[in-house]
């Protein structure tokens, strides 16, 4: 298919029949102006005349283009909301005192036409794993809880690079979740507990639970999480938005506190897949509209018809709930009605990865966290790291265990031939798990449930199961991508797609083309309970 370069792609989708028919769950309001007097309150859906629940990064870089909208207006938007909303949530640990001089050297660059490229003035939440010179990178642990890093992570670089307002650091689950053996997704010693903004008694998914939270209540307008398996998209899943895992490599790892160099990778989060695609070019360092450069996505997700032929194999995953299983089936006859075909697919090896992986990361954690820690002040190894937890009761607020460090601690290093034969056959069913399949059934992609409906917070209980649908992508280093697919209830359930290596622009086009025809996006009403209870799950 045609490639388009990403300016071309951004001019497309503002006269695309998605954005002038509004943006997902949008359908029914119009676009407003920017409104003369005094702004409505800061917990209102339209400040200066911009709904923040549904306003897409294309349609804020037009308004700025017009002069009717500045990056410090809208930055000072999402400040306020932080400060009225973010109370009910807990996902932001920090605001960025520098954030209003950062948009204001946009304001100037928009005003002289130099402007950088679509992330120019536009405020993005970082997850507290990655470096950041002037903000504390803490993972949400009192031991790092010091001195910031002394460089900014590689992606932090590039979105400075591209204009990018730099609004603050979410809340985490802490070290990513890879600590205790039952821990609650969302909590942090450093933070807290994150809620979901759906439902406040319930959880938000780990462990890019803040970025994901504080995107459904619209605190920023994309956030960035990291995934080694799960951590974005299951968060995104539950929270209602898009979440991005890109190929492995295909955004730099440098800076970002580490689990595993075989599998980790961080990725954009938004409440749109325009916001999300646009912010993977930078991240990957393929927005530069001045050296046109370009992430090259095709057109399937911006034209008319654009699910019309496309193969899609369902895996269905009945051990997530009949609710959920029925969802699937809903959302499998709304596909078929868009033109795709749908067939349902089991991929295999599953069982394998599962009892495979864990060990294999215990002994990459050890490795990639001993040469982190010691980079940062604080405990210089895994060894110190495990004697800081005993010894200071904040980190045994939520759960007292570290059980995954211990086990790390005596993991065969990564030079033994048992851990290399491990990550061998990892590599190479988790990808055969995918390739087989779509080759198999002729498959444009493969579909799941991302989650469960999520289940209450409880840090005596923890969180109970690994959700299996992200593990073949995660293990294999290919993209997958959660877009909001419905409810049960109040509470958002996504649908998870995967493809092959290096097919992340042809997976961000056809979930493009899915979210318009689902069109599931709500905003939160930030319930304080709900009738119904729901086992745990978690990701890393």
């Not at 499998?332 to 009605?337: D, G, K, P, S, V």
């Not at 097919?503 to 025809?517: K, N, P």
Request: proline letters at 8%; charged letters at 20%; a neutral charge.
């Amino acid at each position: 298919m045609k490639k388009r370069s990403l300016t071309a792609l951004t001019a497309a989708l503002l006269v695309a029949p998605l954005l002038a028919a509004g943006a997902p769950g949008q359908r029914a309001q119009a676009a407003a102006s920017v409104a003369d007097g005094p702004p409505p309150p800061a917990d209102a859906p339209l400040i200066r005349g911009v709904d923040l629940d549904t306003v897409t990064i294309p349609e804020l870089q037009a308004r700025m283009e017009r002069g009717s909208l500045t990056p410090s207006a809208l930055t000072r938007a999402y400040l306020r909301r932080i400060e009225a909303i973010d109370p009910k949530i807990n996902a932001v640990l920090r605001t960025n005192p520098a954030a209003l001089r950062q948009a204001a050297a946009s304001d100037v660059r928009h005003r002289h036409g130099k402007v950088l490229g679509p992330l120019d003035g536009i405020p993005v939440l970082l997850k507290d794993n990655v470096n950041t010179r002037d903000m504390p990178t803490t993972a949400g642990s009192s031991a790092l809880a010091g001195r910031p890093p002394e460089t900014d992570a590689a992606l932090v670089k590039r979105l400075r690079a591209a204009g990018a307002v730099i609004l603050g650091k979410a809340n985490l689950s802490e070290w990513a979740n890879f600590r205790a053996a039952r821990p609650t997704s969302g909590w942090s010693a450093v933070g807290g507990q994150t809620h979901n903004p759906y439902v406040l008694d319930r959880n938000p998914c780990g462990s890019s639970s803040g970025s994901a939270a504080a995107l459904a209540a619209s605190l920023a307008q994309v956030a960035i999480g990291t995934e080694t398996d799960g951590s974005i998209v299951c968060p995104a899943g539950m929270n209602g938005v898009v979440g991005h895992k890109p190929s492995l490599g295909l955004v730099s790892q440098s800076g970002v506190v580490p689990i595993s160099a075989e599998q980790d990778t961080a990725g954009p989060m938004a409440r749109n897949v325009i916001d999300t695609a646009l912010t993977l070019a930078v991240l990957s360092g393929r927005d530069h509209v001045r050296t046109g450069s370009a992430l090259g996505l095709t057109d399937v997700g911006t034209r008319p018809g654009g699910l019309r032929g496309k193969r899609i194999g369902l895996w269905r995953l009945p051990s997530l709930g009949t609710e959920v299983d029925a969802l699937m089936t809903r959302t499998a006859a709304q596909l078929r009605a868009a033109g795709a075909q749908v067939v349902e697919v089991a991929p295999p090896y599953q069982e394998r990865l599962a009892a495979l992986e864990f060990p294999a990361l215990l002994s990459e954690f050890h490795r990639d966290i001993d040469a982190y820690l010691a980079t940062r002040g604080g405990p210089r190894n895994l060894a110190e790291l495990i004697e800081f937890n005993r010894t200071h009761p904040a980190e045994q607020a939520c759960f007292a265990g570290q059980e995954l460090f211990e086990q790390a601690l005596v993991a065969p290093a990564t030079t033994d031939p048992r851990y290399r034969a491990m990550r061998a056959e990892l590599k190479d069913l988790s990808r055969r798990s995918i390739d087989e399949t779509m080759a198999a059934h002729h498959l444009d992609a493969i579909a799941s449930p991302t989650n469960p409906p999520a289940w209450t917070t409880d840090c005596a209980r923890g969180d109970n199961d690994v959700i299996p649908s992200s593990t073949p992508a995660a293990v294999a280093g290919y993209p997958s991508l959660s877009v909001p697919a419905g409810s049960v209830g109040e509470l958002p359930v996504g649908l998870l797609l995967m493809a092959g290596d290096r097919q992340d622009a042809e997976l961000l086009s056809l979930g493009a083309a899915v979210e318009r025809r689902l069109d599931a996006w709500r905003a939160p009403r930030y319930l304080p309970t709900s009738p119904s209870r729901t086992s745990g799950s978690t990701g890393r």
